[in-house]
């Protein structure tokens, strides 16, 4: 699993390739999954060994790169502990 990303009351849970629609919240999942994993946005977890790299506007991060070259939100209340996670 590389990630999780909120579907209404569902969740969408990412396995390379395949996506599998699993009912939860987004919370649900983040108290079941180990500390392999981060929450960036409101909407998205993410497994931290997929991050490759903070994309930024105007100085600021805004966006996260993964391996595959997916492009996702960073939210600003979760930017804070992945900054500090990542040493920046």
């Not at 939860?24 to 999954?33: I, K, P, R």
């Not at 994309?55 to 600003?76: H, K, N």
């Amino acid at each position: 699993m590389e990630r999780v990303e909120a579907f209404g009351n569902y969740v969408k849970i990412y396995f390379g390739n395949e996506r599998v629609l699993h009912r939860a919240t987004l919370s649900d999942m983040e108290e079941l999954l180990d500390d392999r994993f981060i929450r960036i946005h409101r909407s998205h977890i993410v497994k931290r060994d997929q991050l490759r790299k903070l994309l930024s506007e105007l100085g600021r991060y805004q966006e996260v790169e993964l391996a595959d070259e997916t492009v996702l939100p960073l939210g600003g209340h979760y930017k804070r502990q992945l900054m500090f996670d990542i040493g920046l």
